[in-house]
């Protein structure tokens, strides 16, 4: 629900004592109009559905009776008041604060300030730097503000805010940045083996070779974290060896990026590698034609306002091949699309449409029907009780004809900004998914499935896993079924659905706090569906180990990773509790674990030996 305003000034030392992390890495972004400014460092933000107090991340300006705090106020009221802008959201600090990058246009308010000399970077705040061994954004427009004798800096003897409080500098925390049961995998493996935090990850598999996976993941340094394996995940290889990351300014390995890593891997051996841009926020996609050992540049998909891309590939009727992406553009969800002919031969994207009523929804997916027609799903993009999850489709893919009107095949009591104890400061949201049959043999061959996390009572923390199907390519959709079969009332969260394209099994992979008394504590779960049954099997734990959040803000993220094919599903998942012994921070800091889950090609169970299972009715 909208956070209560509050026309007193907070202290910064209680506001900012909390904040979790400094980069602007993994985000979730929210647009709306700034309405007001409860203090020169906290805006009012309407989003459409309610509004919250956004504190602006990694600085403080002049406390009243300082020199330039008058300035510094009117200058926030001028940039922002009344005008449409978005933040990017970090973490909700103990005043219910939303303490995030704020943006009007594509002006970052904190470097703004910063850059006119009328306010300080907190001492421990830096952003994520956009390559190796350049100043952050935010050191380096303070450093601007200082070198050309602006505002505060114009004057010898400058007294920083929490100097002229008599208190210590407000802290903030560095980022670190029937039928039988799957068969859940041996021992997880540590794919990052790094130090600092590792979330927020992607994999994929090589359809032409299943033996090839590809990691990519968000990371507390600049870039991104990529490992790529060449005998199914039971070791990891890098592109770059020297720091396991790409997209960081070093030559070859593609634009200086952000953040909300994804992938894909097409029927020729194209792995697409989609990510955002880092300055300005762009959509952005590498091509690998070797594995992920190196990577072109595809070009730039779009430099507006983004958040939370995922690119899909398929092939479609007829013998074509297709690549789309789909992105959050200044509140509104767009995708682009791409021909492909062979290995390395990708067309240019098509022009970027909009899908109607998609306004204050986010957080989605995309899926390429047998046909070639395309659809796009999201949920609600803030507060905290839920609301609508849409649906669009453009039906002829790639023919230009665009997304039709949107569907609600649903509603849900998650929210865009949904705070549970295992996610406290970062939150959750209902993190739709979307996911074909495209098994020929298949009774429900073209079946679209809708994954998307509900709420049993609002605001109880008791979060659950639910799947619809639609035969017509979203136009309409069945009843839910319940994927999870936990009864403790606690949190199950961030789920992932992949189907195989050779069998049509549905596999789901999601954080379940099933056994922390406390609600807290996350393990992998897993479970499968084959495409003749109705219902979910038994659920699967996978992870070996279990984790909890490190306090650092990002937490686990806002998504997982999960792959399939031939039967074997490989989750991605952030992870605390150093099960395999090699994590270089122990449990403080987050490394990206694998590990795979088999699902049963057949009904009867004898694959497995689950006799259980044998007399099962599908």
């Keep these: 629900m909208p956070l209560p305003h509050s026309s007193s000034r907070i202290c910064p030392v209680l506001v900012l004592s909390t904040l979790l992390a400094a980069a602007p890495v993994e985000a979730k972004r929210l647009d709306g109009v700034f309405t007001g400014l409860q203090d020169t460092e906290v805006l009012v933000l309407d989003y459409g559905s309610g509004s919250y107090d956004v504190r602006i991340l990694g600085i403080d300006a002049p406390e009243p009776g300082q020199p330039f705090a008058d300035e510094a106020r009117a200058f926030v009221q001028n940039l922002a008041v009344g005008r449409d802008g978005a933040i990017r959201f970090r973490a909700r600090n103990a005043a219910g604060e939303m303490v995030s990058r704020v943006y009007v246009g594509e002006q970052d308010i904190a470097l703004e300030l910063l850059r006119a000399g009328l306010a300080w970077r907190l001492p421990s705040a830096s952003y994520k730097p956009r390559a190796e061994g350049v100043a952050d954004d935010l050191t380096a427009a303070e450093a601007l503000g200082k070198a050309a004798h602006r505002g505060i800096w114009s004057q010898p003897g400058a007294v920083s805010p929490w100097e002229f409080r008599r208190a210590p500098a407000p802290e903030v925390r560095s980022q670190s940045f029937g039928e039988p049961t799957g068969l859940a995998g041996g021992t997880d493996e540590n794919t990052s083996k790094k130090n600092g935090d590792d979330n927020e990850c992607a994999i994929a598999k090589n359809p032409t070779n299943p033996q090839q996976l590809f990691v990519l993941c968000n990371t507390s340094t600049a870039g991104l974290f990529a490992a790529r394996s060449t005998n199914g995940g039971a070791t990891w290889i890098y592109p770059d060896p020297a720091d396991k990351t790409i997209a960081d300014g070093d030559a070859g390995q ?29 959509v952005e996609t590498l091509l690998s034609t070797d594995g992920g050992a190196t990577f072109t540049q595809l070009p730039t998909i779009d430099v507006s306002g983004n958040d939370q891309q995922t690119v899909v590939t398929a092939d479609i009727a007829g013998g074509g091949h297709v690549v789309w992406v789909v992105w959050n553009n200044s509140g509104t969800m767009t995708a682009a699309g791409a021909t492909v002919t062979g290995l390395g031969a990708v067309s240019a ?270």
């Excluded at 803030?382 to 609508?388: I, P």
């Design 254 to 282: 593609g634009i200086s990026a952000c953040c909300d890593p994804s992938l894909a891997w097409d029927s020729f051996g194209n792995l697409y590698v989609s990510y955002l841009g880092a300055s300005p926020i762009s």
């Design 349 to 618: 994207w098509s022009a970027a449409q909009a899908a109607p009523t998609t306004s204050g929804c986010s957080f989605g997916d995309i899926a390429i029907a047998p046909s070639g027609a395309v659809v796009q799903v999201c949920g609600p993009s803030g507060g905290e009780t839920g609301g609508n999850i849409r649906v669009n489709t453009d039906a002829d893919g790639i023919g230009g004809a665009g997304f039709g009107a949107s569907v609600i095949p649903t509603t849900t009591l998650v929210g865009g900004f949904d705070f549970i104890p295992a996610q406290s400061s970062r939150s959750v949201d209902s993190e739709t998914g979307l996911a074909y049959d495209r098994n020929p043999a298949s009774p429900h061959f073209g079946r679209l499935y809708l994954l998307y996390t509900d709420e049993v009572v609002q605001e109880l923390d008791d979060l659950i896993i639910k799947v619809r199907h639609s035969d017509d390519n979203g136009a309409t959709w069945s009843a839910p079924v319940r994927v999870d079969d936990e009864t403790t009332s606690r949190s199950q969260f961030m789920p992932k659905l992949a189907a195989d394209p050779e069998t049509g099994n549905l596999v789901i992979c999601w954080h379940d706090a099933r056994n922390s008394g406390t609600n807290t504590a996350m393990q992998i779960y897993c479970s499968s569906k084959s495409e003749t049954a109705t219902l979910f099997q038994p659920n699967e734990m996978v992870s070996d180990g279990s984790s909890t959040s490190n306090g650092n803000g990002v937490e686990f993220g806002d998504y997982k990773g999960i792959t399939i094919l031939d039967s074997v599903a490989h989750p991605v998942w952030a992870d605390t509790s150093n099960s395999t012994g090699d994590n270089p921070n122990g449990t403080s800091n987050f490394d990206a674990y694998t590990d795979f889950f088999v699902v049963p090609l057949f009904a009867d169970g004898f694959e497995s030996d689950s006799t259980s299972a044998w007399n099962a009715v599908n």
